[in-house]
């Protein structure tokens, strides 16, 4: 009696287990191809503005990016990338802060990040996500460790960088009252989240509703008194 040959036909049975492959097996390998792809050519331009030394992307590298993108490097777009990428240290950009703000862009040449930074402007100027944009611009700028407060000249550069294209009468206004004060030489975070609840809320150049007793902080008080009396 003949044995039955055990050989098998894996050739045959591997191409019709190709041929069976679903569409959804197959969209879903060519869709993890095209991520890893992606990933790679965010890598790739991280590399390109990356220092060497400390594997960042560094001040200097970020000059070269703006160039790149034909934007300052004071242009409030450039905020607005370090608040998508959540980067930590002002002037650095980490791989790991640059991939998460390049995939959520679906930037990975600089061709798509230009064109993304219009969507990007969109994004952070919806109202919900405009207050923590707010707040991350000021913990962006505390540059030493334990930092708390910022001094009066960056916090009025850093006003008009933020609020200055939606609040610029308000904004004028309270750089000119900071520079011309002197009981405040720092600003903390209390009262820079109530210079944006002040542009919200308030009528302004009358005040009408300004109340004092309604919990502002204690300089924005003084500045009202200072725009009464200059009103008067």
Not at 26 to 54: C, G, H, P, T, W
Not at 143 to 152: A, G, L, W
Request: glycine share 4%; aromatic share 10%; hydrophobic share 40%.
């Amino acid at each position: 009696m003949m044995r039955r040959s055990s050989t098998r036909k894996t050739g045959s049975q591997n191409s019709a287990s190709s041929m069976n492959s679903s569409p959804v097996d197959l969209f879903r390998s060519a869709s993890s191809k095209a991520i890893v792809k992606e990933l790679e050519r965010i890598d790739q331009l991280f590399n390109s503005y990356m220092n060497k030394s400390s594997g960042m992307i560094d001040p200097e590298g970020i000059e070269a990016l703006c160039s790149d993108l034909e934007v300052e490097h004071t242009d409030v777009r450039i905020l607005m990338l370090a608040w998508k990428m959540k980067a930590e240290k002002q002037g650095y950009f980490t791989l790991d802060e640059w991939r998460r703000g390049l995939k959520a862009l679906r930037a990975d040449t600089i061709n798509k990040l230009k064109k993304a930074l219009p969507e990007l402007e969109k994004e952070v100027r919806r109202p919900p996500n405009f207050v923590d944009f707010y707040s991350y611009a000021f913990r962006y700028c505390l540059t030493e460790e334990k930092q708390k407060s910022i001094d009066i000249d960056s916090i009025c550069e850093l006003l008009d960088l933020v609020l200055g294209s939606q609040f610029h009468a308000q904004v004028d206004l309270l750089v000119e009252y900071l520079k011309t004060q002197n009981d405040y030489k720092v600003i903390n975070m209390d009262q820079w989240m109530g210079f944006l609840r002040f542009c919200n809320e308030i009528s302004f150049p009358d005040l009408s509703n300004y109340d004092p007793d309604l919990a502002w902080p204690l300089i924005l008080d003084n500045f009202v008194e200072w725009m009464r009396a200059g009103q008067s």
